[in-house]
């Protein structure tokens, strides 16, 4: 099982990222991505990467996330900066991201826009697949999509949202991340799409945690973490015709392609 997206960098981790990522692979987890947040954090991600090797192989992604711009954020600095952190990074990204677009925050949207164009620019001219974060946002982020030539494709992670707006994602080529929002019985929305694509498009789906955050079902006020992976999949398998065994070597084609250029 691929967790495609888990902060594992973040603070909540720090004290304890050595026994999160045992229990993780005694959960059946094989790998995970880290994906960016901020520059402050590029470093650490790759030290992570690097130091948790043993245990579990960790993918990264850098990126700048829209929580963590400035209301001003300049979009070419922005840019110098990835130029440098691409350039100088020991362990190679395998994507830009994470990147969007956020309905729910201060950061003004014109800000957002600007720094996520230039930020899937970035990703078309090094040939790299995006990770890309939504809220409230499907319509604006499938317009900045149109306006890249050539995308490498990606991930629309936490996908949430109706059947055509799947779709839509599907047909620019890009993966949809499944994750702990799918494990409440009250996302009946979610669940009904979700059930769709399961049927229709499984290879296009992928599975993540986004740990520490949205925490699984049942485990609610508890911290989310990559080792409870498998409640996803369980999900996926009771909405679906799929054995859990199944999900997990479909998605984790799906990861080796979106991540990996193997087909
Ligand atoms: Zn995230």
Redesign the pocket.
Known sequence: MIDS?C?LDLAAFSNDWTDELQRAKKAGVTRLLV?G?QAGQWQQQQQLAKDASSIIPIDIALGA?PYFLHHDEDEKALVRQLDVAFEEAVIAPVAVG?IGLDSHIDVPIETQKRCLQVQLNFAQQRQLPV?L?HRKSHHRLLEALTKVNRHCGGVV??FSGSIEVAKAYIHKGLYLGIGGTVTYPRASKTRDTLAYLLHHFPGHLLLET?AP?MPMFGRQGKQNSPAYLLDVVQTMAALSEHSEQEIISFTTANYNRCFKGVE
């Open positions: 997206h902060h994906p947040t996330h994470e990770i974060h992670h936490a986004d955050d």
